[in-house]
């Protein structure tokens, strides 16, 4: 079990950028798979995106592919997600996902393929 805290969410005007950071306890971090999700009002939660344990795969939604970019820095048990060029429909509470995977280049993509979640920090991107 790992516990998630998420960090740098606020609210900004469209175009400008965030950059979120989530905090993992523990001394596993390397041996989980990280992702980024998030459910703006009235929707369900949706992938983001994701990066395998080493660092060395990245998947991303198709809609924030060449804005958004995750990243891990297993030495500080820290994953981010870097947002630029932020639109309202961006607009959303973000989640931090962790999965304990035996596979070293898996980048899941499914709510349900992930046990571990932080509480969420809030993104608004106003027009």
């Known amino acids: 079990q790992v516990q998630l805290v998420e960090s740098g969410g606020g609210l900004v005007q469209a175009g400008a950028s965030l950059r979120l950071s989530c905090a993992a306890s523990g001394r596993t971090f390397s041996s989980y798979a990280m992702g980024w999700f998030r459910q703006g009002p009235g929707k369900e939660r949706e992938f983001v995106a994701a990066i395998s344990r080493t660092g060395g795969n990245t998947y991303y939604t198709d809609s924030v592919k060449g804005r958004f970019t995750i990243s891990r820095d297993n030495a500080k048990n820290t994953v981010y997600l870097q947002m630029n060029s932020l639109k309202p429909e961006d607009t959303a509470v973000y989640y931090c996902?962790?999965?304990?995977?035996?596979?070293?280049?898996?980048?899941?993509?499914?709510?349900?393929?992930?046990?571990?979640w932080g509480q969420g920090t809030q993104v608004t991107a106003s027009s």
């Open positions: 996902a962790a999965r304990w995977d035996w596979d070293a280049g898996n980048t899941p993509s499914r709510v349900y393929e992930y046990d571990n």
